[in-house]
């Protein structure tokens, strides 16, 4: 199958820090991954598309200086949140296109719950 | 915009019974179609895709595309307890591999 894993799964963060979530694909290499923010109840909210050796492409309304992707490795994608404040309190779910299948499915990390004091 | 649509629930089907699961879209240009099944506190696992209009089984899961009415449907046979979750469909519009999310249904399986 296509595995995807996140580090960490949950943090606690004092607010004006950053905090840095790590997402791997760990049996295939994806050269495009995807951040997504999930808050209570609602479905899901694309950020951004991580491309491998490029700049992420971000979503309207999603502030890049905030939300800085690095995807330096075709298993590798990085989300760093910047100066965070307590609204940035959200569930965030990485996932990556397996594109070693006919259809762009998208496999999902176990998500990374944020918690800003 | 490109939107899917679907009846957030909650759907309540007994055990054993068939559930029903419905999609609409909006762009005509889609070509890849996904369900996602997503247990509370937990991130989406894949269940199905399908692309070709008709049927696609799986298991107890059969998928349904109709593109002609831009619907996708799930349906699941021999409901479980453990179907209980909020099923997602996504669709991949042509030329990019983006994923556009419905809000979900959310199914309740009881005994």
């Known amino acids: 199958g296509a595995v995807v894993s996140q580090h960490p799964s949950w943090v606690i963060c004092k607010s004006g820090t950053s905090v840095k979530i790590e997402c791997r694909s760990l049996d295939f290499q994806a050269t495009t991954m995807f951040w997504y923010r999930q808050f209570p109840k609602q479905s899901l909210m694309l950020m951004a598309t991580s491309n491998e050796g490029s700049k992420a492409t971000y979503e309207q309304g999603v502030e890049k200086d905030k939300f ?13 949140v910047t100066s965070a404040h307590p609204e940035d309190s959200s569930f965030y779910i990485c996932s990556a296109d397996d594109n070693r299948g006919p259809s762009y499915e998208q496999y999902f990390g176990p998500g990374t719950r944020l918690t800003v004091t | 915009q490109k939107e899917v649509e679907q009846n ?19 762009d005509r240009g889609s070509q890849s179609f996904f369900w996602y099944r997503q247990y509370s506190g937990k991130s ?7 692309y070709s209009n008709g049927d696609k089984e799986d298991g107890r899961f059969t998928a349904q595309l109709n593109k002609a009415s831009q619907y996708v449907s799930l349906l699941i046979r021999d409901s479980q307890p453990s179907d209980s979750a909020t099923y997602l469909c996504a669709v991949n519009g042509g ?3 983006k994923l556009t999310f419905g809000t979900g249904t959310q199914l309740k399986v009881e005994l």
Do not use: D, K, R
Not at chain 2, 18 to 25: E, F, Q, V
């Open chain 2, 95 to 97: 030329g990019g591999n």
């Open chain 2, 44 to 50: 989406p696992e894949l269940i199905m895709f399908i």
């Open chain 2, 8 to 26: 957030s629930g909650p759907l309540s089907v007994p055990e054993g019974a068939i559930a029903s699961l419905n999609c609409t879209y909006s």
């Open chain 1, 68 to 80: 800085l992707i690095n995807h330096a490795s075709l298993t590798l994608s990085t989300l760093t």
